[in-house]
C-alpha cells in the first residue's frame, strides 16, 4: 500500500505564495516522476508540473516562472512552490506518484486526496 499525502493548501490573496507538499509513504521500492495536478470546477484535470526521479521538470505554460516543482528522495516527497499566485490558479491540487513497490514489480501511479488552493482578487 502507497499512500500520497498532501498539505500546504489554503485562501490566499492574488499576488500570494503557498507552498504545497506531498509525503508518500509505504510499501516504496523507489518513485519515478512525481507530480501536481489541479482540476477546477467543470474542468478536465490537468498537469501542473512534474520532476523526475533525476533533475528533469516540465510546467504548464499557465504556471512557468511562478511555480517550482522539487522533491526530497531521502523524504518521499514532492513540493510545489506558488509564487504569484492568480485567481484562476484555484483548484483542487492533487498529487501524483508513479511508485515501484518491488524491485520485481512494474510501477504504478498512486494519488493524494487533493488540497484545495483559492486565490481571490
Known amino acids: 500500500q502507497v499512500r500520497l499525502v498532501e498539505s500546504g493548501g489554503g485562501l490566499v490573496q492574488a499576488g500570494g505564495s503557498l507552498r504545497l507538499s506531498c509525503a508518500a509513504s509505504?510499501?516504496?521500492?523507489?518513485?519515478?516522476?512525481m507530480a501536481w495536478y489541479r482540476q477546477a470546477p467543470g474542468k478536465q484535470r490537468e498537469l501542473v508540473s512534474l520532476i523526475s526521479s533525476g533533475t528533469i521538470t516540465n510546467y504548464a505554460d499557465s504556471v512557468k516562472g511562478r511555480f517550482t516543482i522539487s522533491r526530497d528522495n531521502a523524504k518521499n516527497t514532492v513540493y510545489l512552490q506558488m509564487n504569484s499566485l492568480k485567481p484562476e490558479d484555484t483548484a483542487v491540487y492533487l498529487c501524483?506518484?508513479?511508485?515501484?513497490?518491488?524491485?520485481?514489480?512494474?510501477?504504478?501511479?498512486?494519488w493524494g486526496q487533493g488540497t484545495q488552493v483559492t486565490v481571490s482578487s
Open positions: 501524483n506518484a508513479n511508485v515501484r513497490t518491488s524491485s520485481w514489480l512494474s510501477p504504478k501511479d498512486y
Open positions: 509505504g510499501s516504496i521500492f523507489s518513485i519515478n516522476v
